[in-house]
């Protein structure tokens, strides 16, 4: 199964993403897809699964849907992100 430290994140605007949000998954997985794409400024790595980067814009709560696969199947989870503006 697949999950990720942090499975309803609030980020920043203009705030580094620091530690990366990580998944955990059992077995190797080749690579990693999001849906549907993250907000600006936040970066997916199809490799690692990780989340990371500095948003620059604001986002309400969206379900982002990321599996992780490999030639012998797949996982997916969701996850609940928001970007929000700190004055």
């Keep these: 199964n697949l999950s990720y430290a942090d499975d ?3 980020y920043a ?3 580094s993403i620091d530690p990366p949000n990580t998944p955990t998954i059992q077995g190797i997985v080749t690579l990693y897809t999001v849906t549907p ?3 600006a400024g936040m970066f997916f790595d199809q490799t690692t699964g990780y989340i990371s ?3 620059t814009e604001e986002s309400q709560s969206i ?3 990321i599996t992780g696969s ?3 199947g ?3 989870t969701t996850i ?3 970007v929000i503006l700190v004055q």
């Design 8 to 10: 309803v994140p609030t």
């Design 13 to 15: 605007v203009n705030q």
């Design 37 to 39: 794409s993250f907000p």
């Design 53 to 55: 980067g500095m948003p």
């Design 63 to 65: 379900d982002y849907t």
């Design 70 to 72: 490999n030639p012998g």
């Design 74 to 76: 797949s996982s997916s």
């Design 80 to 82: 609940s992100l928001t």
